[in-house]
């Protein structure tokens, strides 16, 4: 990457609140040699950085997010010169959107360095730009020789512990750049709209946690600006706004985007929120993800779409994101016989079935926001996720994903890879039918990573139904370890294009790899 700052500094007055103002000089980069203050007073700026999602072998989308109404132009280069450049013509950003938006590019030559830059013209005076922010991608391969590397991990901003300037803010970012993968799955809790951002917290052993705080951190989410500010707190990192200009992203939701463990219909009984209904929240919290996403599948313009969706990334490799947040049934006890809506969904299960048997990818790595044979219990007899406990055979939930791995088996469907987070640490668990209750499906490995900026948990048990072995596991002994105690988590995948192997390493901040795996191509189970 260049050494020119990827984007200009943000108007502190009115957007920051609290230690913000002794962290100015963290979350604010200079802009270095930017054009005098008058030259550039009353244009739109594109302080907020820019976004590439969903990346394919030609096609991208691109976001980025205005200070004012502003028109997003958009354009590509093979060098950094921007010589015979390409311009695609953006929307009109608005009050509306919150002044961000998304521009998609077709007909991008395959398993090329795009170099791309974003300008936001004066829709009253085109001539009145702003100054220009620049980023760069790889579009997926067309030749399976070419090989695919990626990170994935979630949870950010989580149980209090958001942006400290002591530390550099979130480094891990940082590190994760420097690997310079082709893309970033992240699996989900991407904000936590139903934690709060205090000034300081007081760690175990005496020593200080500082944040940077926002208004809109300073209590849970209910109202639609309340979501936009809580996805707007995480790009006041430079580590991220570094990461987003050079990294596309394949996102996904999970329960914090919303509020913890919700599930459609819900009603709350919590205090701290005059909003009840959790249909409401979810779809003002839904209107600012599509907002502060680039995500093929969503349509901010319109309020239409759905967030699961396949990502289809050259020969080698098809995501398979799934959301098990919109269509599940209530959180209970998990002990139904019958249970036709599950965690996914009758239309998503179906939905992903076809997809699976339609794909001609070497690897199908399907991105859970959840992990199935763990146990994550919801209050004192609920449980909100697949397993609940029981280790026979499955029951509640468990019978929509022995639906699906009875599929995956009897169609003979190769290469699948389950990866998720939710959990707070790293592991490794091997499915197989001579352990578990239910027998009817083929060996499969799920691999966990995470948190980038939350805090740890010990391990949660597992469930025998599906008959898991936990290979590795890496997680603290006590709740809420945080960013500063131990190293932040996250999941490298490299598939060899020689021979199609696929690597998994789980990794720790500072460089360590915890676990590694190499799976075969080719396999039902492995």
């Not at 490794?428 to 900026?453: C, I, M, N, T």
Request: aromatic share 10%.
């Amino acid at each position: 990457m260049p050494n020119r700052p990827l984007v200009p500094s943000l108007d502190r007055r009115g957007v920051l609140r609290g230690s913000l103002a002794v962290s100015a000089a963290l979350s604010l980069p200079a802009v270095g040699a930017a054009a005098p203050a008058f030259a550039l007073s009353g244009r739109p700026r594109a302080a907020w950085g820019l976004q590439v999602g969903d990346v394919t072998a030609s096609s991208a989308l691109v976001w980025v997010r205005s200070d004012r109404p502003a028109r997003m132009i958009v354009e590509t280069s093979a060098t950094e010169s921007f010589r015979r450049s390409r311009t695609w013509h953006g929307p009109l950003l608005g009050a509306g959107s919150d002044f961000t938006g998304t521009t998609p590019l077709y007909g991008l030559p395959a398993g090329e360095q795009v170099h791309y830059r974003v300008t936001l013209a004066d829709p009253a005076d085109p001539r009145r730009t702003g100054r220009p922010v620049h980023g760069t991608f790889r579009t997926a391969p067309a030749r399976r020789r070419d090989g695919v590397r990626f990170l994935w991990s979630g949870d950010i901003a989580g149980q209090g512990w958001g942006i400290n300037p002591d530390i550099g803010g979130y480094t891990v970012y940082e590190e994760m750049r420097r690997l310079d993968p082709d893309f970033f799955l992240c699996s989900g809790d991407n904000i936590y709209a139903d934690g709060v951002i205090e000034p300081s917290v007081t760690l175990p052993d005496g020593r200080v946690w500082r944040n940077v705080t926002t208004e809109e951190k300073s209590k849970v989410a209910e109202t639609l600006a309340e979501y936009r500010g809580n996805f707007r707190y995480n790009l006041l990192d430079t580590n991220l706004r570094r990461f987003n200009a050079q990294v596309p992203s394949i996102v996904q939701w999970d329960d914090h985007e919303v509020r913890n463990n919700w599930y459609p219909g819900q009603i709350l009984d919590d205090s701290r929120y005059t909003e009840k209904n959790i249909d409401v929240l979810a779809a003002r919290s839904t209107r600012a993800f599509r907002e502060y996403f680039p995500v093929s599948t969503l349509r901010a313009a319109s309020g239409e779409g759905r967030m699961h969706r396949v990502v289809r990334h050259g020969p080698l490799l098809d995501v398979f994101v799934l959301d098990m947040r919109s269509f599940r049934n209530a959180n209970s006890p998990g002990r139904q016989p019958d249970d036709a809506t599950g965690i996914l969904g009758a239309g998503q299960l179906r939905w992903l079935e076809q997809e699976l048997s339609r794909s001609r990818a070497v690897w199908k790595v399907i991105a859970a926001d959840m992990p199935l044979g763990l146990v994550v219990t919801d209050g004192a007899t609920d449980f909100e996720a697949v397993a609940q406990g029981d280790p026979g055979q499955p029951l509640g939930r468990e019978l929509q994903i022995a639906e699906l791995l009875r599929y995956i088996k009897h169609r003979r469907i190769t290469g699948t890879v389950w990866l998720t987070a939710d959990v707070h640490y790293t592991s490794a668990q091997h499915y197989v039918p001579e352990r578990a209750a239910f027998k009817d499906f083929a060996p499969f490995w799920e691999f966990v990573s995470g948190p980038l900026a939350a805090g740890q948990f010990p391990a949660n048990a597992l469930d025998a139904t599906f008959g898991p072995d936990r290979v590795f596991v890496r997680a603290p002994d006590r709740a809420n370890v945080s960013p500063m105690e131990s190293p932040q988590l996250f999941g490298e995948v490299d598939i060899d294009g020689d021979s199609g192997e696929l690597t998994v390493r789980l990794r720790a901040q500072g460089g360590s790899v915890l676990f590694s795996k190499v799976l075969r191509p080719g396999l039902v189970g492995q």
